[in-house]
Nanobody, 115 residues
Framework: QVQLVESGGGLVQAGGSLRLSCVVS????????MDWYRQAPGKQRELVAG???????NYASAVKGRFTISRDNAKNTVYLQMNSLKPEDTAVYYC?????????WGQGTQVTVSS
């Protein structure tokens, strides 16, 4: 059974940085594409960044140049380095593992950016 556990969220001032981690267990991590999503109160969940099984990243326009997604297949972990954080980045951040038609989500980690 595939399981994802996010960590690294917290409270940070605007302009600060956080690094989120998502550890994947119960499967062969390297074959999965991984995504980071976020959901702010009252808003729909949105894609923030993704990385293919081969390591190719993509980003939402709102975070391009500020966030970096990476993966360490030896540690079964995907990261989201978030720099120059803004209050509008405040949300619950979720990672998702996808392979074929199968998506598995983590439980989320709260990121709060104060102004």
């Amino acid at each position: 059974q595939v399981q994802l556990v996010e960590s690294g969220g917290g409270l940070v001032q605007a302009g600060g940085s956080l690094r989120l981690s998502c550890v994947v267990s119960g499967t062969i991590f390297s074959i999965y594409a991984m995504d980071w999503y976020r959901q702010a109160p009252g808003k729909q969940r949105e894609l923030v960044a993704g990385i293919s099984s081969g390591g190719d990243p993509n980003y939402a326009s709102a975070v391009k140049g500020r966030f970096t997604i990476s993966r360490d297949n030896a540690k079964n972990t995907v990261y989201l380095q978030m720099n120059s954080l803004k209050p509008e980045d405040t949300a619950v951040y979720y990672c998702k593992a996808k392979f074929g038609n199968s998506d598995t989500w983590g439980q989320g980690t709260q990121v709060t950016v104060s102004s």
